[in-house]
């Protein structure tokens, strides 16, 4: 079952320009991760916020997470070529004795030189 | 270098033959999983682990086994594969129950069946 959803699904923007990745998930998680994937590779994880924490930063990255909207942003502050990936918010919740991570589909940032 | 390994990264193969994408981590994790990848659904959970001996169904398991005879190896096995099972497959490991809870991956097993 598929539960985070990213918009939009691909973002194409200058280098220096901010890019804003938005995760909307459907049941209630005790955090919520964002991953990045360069084409074909395997994931990277980026940042972590816990459902009790409104902000995060984490050198250009900014999380926010909004329980009450079931919603997540990540903003990727003065972009670089080098941003450019597949970017996955991951949805993370208690199933049984497990902390289950569920996947959304992705947003593919492009960022131009 | 902590990490994850796959082997191997890429694979064709034909149907029904029985193949084994192997995955080992160093980190001394005890929760390991399997995810397939594909284009527009993101990745989805086949199986996992969280300790040796102690695997379940995630939720697309339909074709796959795995085992965990070892904390550090937790192979995929494709008894009779399909074209459906055409994809991008991904193991990843995370230290183990409670945090912290982000996850390894491994660098992906791309694999075809014709």
């Known amino acids: 079952s598929q539960q985070g959803e990213e918009d939009p699904q691909a973002l194409s923007i200058q280098e220096g320009e901010n890019a804003t990745m938005n995760c909307s998930y459907k049941?209630?998680?005790?955090?919520l991760q964002w991953y990045r994937q360069n084409s074909g590779r395997g994931l990277v994880h980026l940042i972590l916020?816990?459902?009790?924490?409104r902000e995060k930063h984490s050198g250009r990255l900014r999380v926010t997470l909004d329980t009450s909207k079931k919603s997540s942003s990540l903003l990727i502050t003065a972009s670089r070529a080098a941003d450019t990936a597949s970017y996955f918010c991951?949805?993370?919740?208690?199933?049984?004795?497990?902390?289950?991570?569920?996947f959304g589909a992705g947003t593919r940032l492009a960022v131009h030189p | 270098e902590a990490q994850v390994t796959q082997n191997p990264r890429y694979l064709i193969t034909v149907t029904g033959k029985k193949l084994t994408v192997t995955c080992s981590q160093n980190?001394?994790?005890?929760?390991m999983s399997w995810y397939r990848q594909d284009p527009g659904l993101g990745l989805r959970q086949i199986y996992y682990?969280?300790?040796?001996?102690?695997?379940d169904k995630g939720d697309v398991p339909e074709g796959y086994k795995v085992s965990r005879k070892e904390k550090r190896n937790f192979p995929l096995i494709l008894e009779s594969p399909s074209p459906n099972q055409t994809s991008l497959y991904f193991c990843?490991?995370?230290?183990?129950?409670?945090?912290?809870?982000?996850?390894?991956f491994g660098p992906g097993t791309r694999l075809t069946v014709t």
């Open positions: 990843a490991s995370r230290l183990g129950p409670g945090q912290p809870y982000e996850q390894y």
């Open positions: 049941t209630s998680i005790n955090n």
């Open positions: 916020i816990r459902s009790n924490e």
């Open positions: 991951a949805t993370g919740a208690r199933s049984g004795g497990y902390n289950k991570l569920i």
């Open positions: 980190m001394n994790h005890e929760y």
């Open positions: 682990s969280m300790n040796v001996e102690v695997t």
